[in-house]
């Protein structure tokens, strides 16, 4: 599998999209700037200053599909003509009341309807805490008694999530429940395995997540394998390494913790591999969906394809990768007819602000990566013979 081929990679960007792209991977390269580029959007948007007009012409176009459906629709039909599909997401994050829960519960709802309709839509999405307080899914997952008024809006969260799940079933739509920080995610947990048990008797539709960069997801990996036997439902998993370390070991650090995340990125792969073994093993009980950026663990995946004489599109192994990420990996892989998804968030730009830090954060802490994309846009502009550089 050549990863390399950058003209696969790149032919859906014009020689002007290439250069503005090189320009805001070298810009989050550097995390020094990042770290006060952060903080400069973070305030600016809490006073009101005209920053969105910055971001929508760098950051915001590079990861994000645009403000609406109409736009990501736009973005989705472009990418099936390169056999790539996708999954939209309304990408708001850190909302805290509940006029906005309602309203996020309706963009699923509808984002459902819509990828039932479009066959470059294989999947859909959520995040447990868009439809509720996290103060709760926090106290929830803590064993933490509520108050009357708490429990009365927990129900009200629970309500969205699985009238999210029903919907999602009776369309026939797969969809997954996003992972989360460690410390809201017991009850996620909770929640995905009793919707899989309930809506995957017959088919796959709810795929829970795992963040492989965490100590203790080998272990509820075994046990979430064994329950699915056991209570003989289709385990839906999508495999993730997690995207809230630094989050994660600074609340254990403050708390006085260990932290819940391995010490090292060696570590976390180690994980990540081990968990692909264990699934790989039992791939006639479960659906795969690996959302990774790792040319490694992909390889990995390939080898056990080829040598079990699987084919390259086998309909239970599903690639995916980021929007504005990793477009070698993503054009490759489908160019060789593997089951690529690219993942398509859209919000207004104010809303994804949260999603586009965790960007450029994760890009600055995988600076290897971020080199070789800046290295295959070269690449590709050299054999374009494009000499803005
Ligand atoms: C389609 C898709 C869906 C996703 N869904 C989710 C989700 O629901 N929840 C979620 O949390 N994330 C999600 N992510 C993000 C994902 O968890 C990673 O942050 C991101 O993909 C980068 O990891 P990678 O596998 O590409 O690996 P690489 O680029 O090889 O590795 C980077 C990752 O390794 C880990 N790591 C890096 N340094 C260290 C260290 N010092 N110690 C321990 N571990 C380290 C971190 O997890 C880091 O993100 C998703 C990603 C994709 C592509």
Same mark, same amino acid.
């Given at each position: 599998?050549?990863?390399?081929?950058?003209?696969?990679?790149?032919?859906?960007?014009?020689?002007?999209?290439?250069?503005?792209?090189?320009?805001?991977?070298?810009?989050?390269?550097? &995390?020094?700037?990042? &770290?006060?580029?952060?903080?400069?959007?973070?305030?600016?948007?809490?006073?009101?200053?005209?920053?969105?007009?910055?971001?929508?012409?760098?950051?915001?176009? +590079?990861?994000?599909?645009?403000?609406?459906?109409?736009?990501?629709?736009?973005?989705?039909?472009?990418?099936?003509?390169?056999?790539?599909?996708?999954?939209?997401?309304?990408?708001?994050?850190?909302?805290?009341?509940?006029?906005?829960?309602?309203?996020?519960?309706?963009?699923?709802?509808?984002?459902?309807?819509?990828?039932?309709?479009?066959?470059?839509?294989?999947?859909?999405?959520?995040?447990?805490?868009?439809?509720?307080?996290?103060?709760?899914?926090?106290? *929830?997952?803590?064993?933490?008694?509520?108050?009357?008024?708490?429990?009365?809006?927990?129900?009200?969260? !629970?309500?969205?999530?699985?009238?999210?799940? *029903?919907?999602?079933?009776?369309?026939?739509?797969?969809?997954?429940?996003?992972?989360?920080?460690?410390?809201?995610? /017991?009850?996620?947990?909770?929640?995905?395995?009793?919707?899989?048990?309930?809506?995957?008797?017959?088919?796959?539709?709810?795929?829970?997540?795992? +963040?492989?960069?965490?100590?203790?997801?080998?272990?509820?990996?075994?046990?979430?394998? +064994?329950?699915?036997?056991?209570?003989?439902?289709?385990?839906?998993?999508?495999?993730?390494?997690?995207?809230?370390?630094?989050?994660?070991?600074?609340?254990?650090?403050?708390?006085?913790? /260990?932290? /819940?995340?391995?010490?090292? *990125?060696?570590?976390?792969?180690?994980?990540?591999?081990?968990? #692909?073994?264990?699934?790989?093993?039992?791939?006639?009980?479960?659906?795969?969906?690996?959302?990774?950026?790792?040319?490694?663990?992909?390889?990995?995946? #390939?080898?056990?394809?080829?040598?079990?004489? !699987?084919?390259?599109?086998?309909?239970?192994?599903?690639?995916?990768?980021?929007?504005?990420?990793?477009?070698?990996?993503?054009?490759?892989?489908?160019?060789?007819?593997?089951?690529?998804?690219?993942?398509?968030?859209?919000?207004?730009?104010?809303?994804?602000?949260?999603?586009?830090?965790?960007?450029?954060?994760?890009?600055?802490?995988?600076?290897? +990566?971020?080199?070789?994309?800046?290295?295959?846009?070269? *690449?590709?502009?050299?054999?374009?013979?494009?000499?803005?550089?």
């Amino acid at each position: 599998m050549d990863f390399q081929n950058t003209e696969i990679a790149y032919r859906l960007k014009s020689n002007r999209q290439l250069l503005k792209t090189l320009f805001i991977f070298r810009l989050i390269s550097n &995390s020094v700037l990042v &770290s006060i580029c952060t903080k400069i959007i973070t305030w600016s948007l809490r006073f009101n200053l005209p920053i969105s007009e910055i971001l929508d012409k760098t950051v915001f176009k +590079q990861f994000c599909a645009g403000i609406d459906e109409k736009d990501s629709i736009k973005i989705v039909k472009k990418l099936k003509k390169l056999n790539v599909n996708s999954y939209m997401h309304y990408a708001s994050e850190g909302i805290e009341s509940e006029k906005d829960f309602d309203n996020n519960f309706k963009i699923i709802i509808r984002t459902i309807d819509i990828t039932k309709k479009n066959t470059a839509l294989p999947f859909t999405v959520f995040k447990a805490s868009s439809l509720g307080k996290f103060n709760l899914f926090e106290k *929830k997952s803590a064993g933490s008694a509520l108050s009357e008024i708490e429990k009365q809006l927990w129900n009200k969260t !629970i309500d969205r999530i699985k009238s999210c799940c *029903k919907h999602a079933a009776r369309q026939n739509v797969r969809i997954f429940i996003d992972a989360e920080e460690s410390w809201i995610q /017991p009850i996620i947990d909770e929640i995905a395995e009793s919707l899989m048990e309930k809506f995957n008797q017959e088919k796959t539709i709810i795929f829970t997540t795992l +963040q492989m960069y965490r100590k203790d997801r080998l272990k509820y990996l075994n046990k979430i394998i +064994q329950n699915s036997v056991k209570k003989k439902y289709k385990l839906g998993i999508k495999l993730v390494r997690g995207a809230y370390m630094e989050k994660e070991n600074e609340r254990a650090y403050k708390n006085g913790l /260990p932290s /819940p995340i391995f010490e090292n *990125k060696i570590q976390t792969d180690l994980s990540f591999n081990s968990a #692909l073994d264990l699934i790989l093993l039992k791939i006639e009980k479960c659906d795969l969906f690996v959302g990774t950026h790792c040319e490694k663990s992909i390889k990995k995946i #390939l080898k056990w394809m080829k040598e079990k004489k !699987i084919a390259n599109g086998y309909s239970k192994i599903w690639f995916s990768q980021l929007f504005g990420m990793a477009d070698h990996i993503s054009f490759n892989l489908a160019f060789q007819g593997y089951q690529v998804v690219k993942y398509v968030p859209y919000g207004p730009i104010k809303e994804v602000v949260p999603y586009l830090i965790r960007r450029a954060e994760e890009n600055t802490s995988v600076n290897s +990566q971020l080199s070789k994309e800046i290295y295959l846009i070269k *690449k590709e502009m050299k054999r374009r013979k494009f000499n803005a550089i």
